[in-house]
């Protein structure tokens, strides 16, 4: 937000990026579920297929499971911005 103070130019590429960043969360959301919580077979993109295994494996199976608790939206968010901004980059460009 700093950032746009400074250069408010940029508000609508930000509000751009905002926007595909919440599509991908809720994108990735909303196959996560499908495909561990209700088992049901879904076709994905392989990178986004990829990247939705380690978010079971290191959220769900590392930390998760012992507390016996879903993944939320919210915790895929959070591990979402906590990736690389080049692997965040590449997931909204394959969308």
Do not use: G, S
């Amino acid at each position: 937000m700093e950032f746009l103070q400074y250069y408010p130019v940029y508000q609508l590429t930000y509000n751009h990026v905002v926007t595909r960043l919440n599509r991908l969360v809720a994108f990735i959301y909303n196959v996560y579920t499908q495909r561990y919580k209700y088992k049901k077979e879904v076709t994905v993109d392989a990178r986004h297929h990829r990247f939705i295994v380690n978010l079971h494996r290191e959220l769900y199976i590392n930390h998760l499971r012992h507390q016996k608790r879903p993944v939320t939206q919210q915790e895929v968010t959070n591990y979402i911005y906590n990736q690389t901004p080049e692997q965040v980059a590449h997931l909204i460009e394959i969308m």
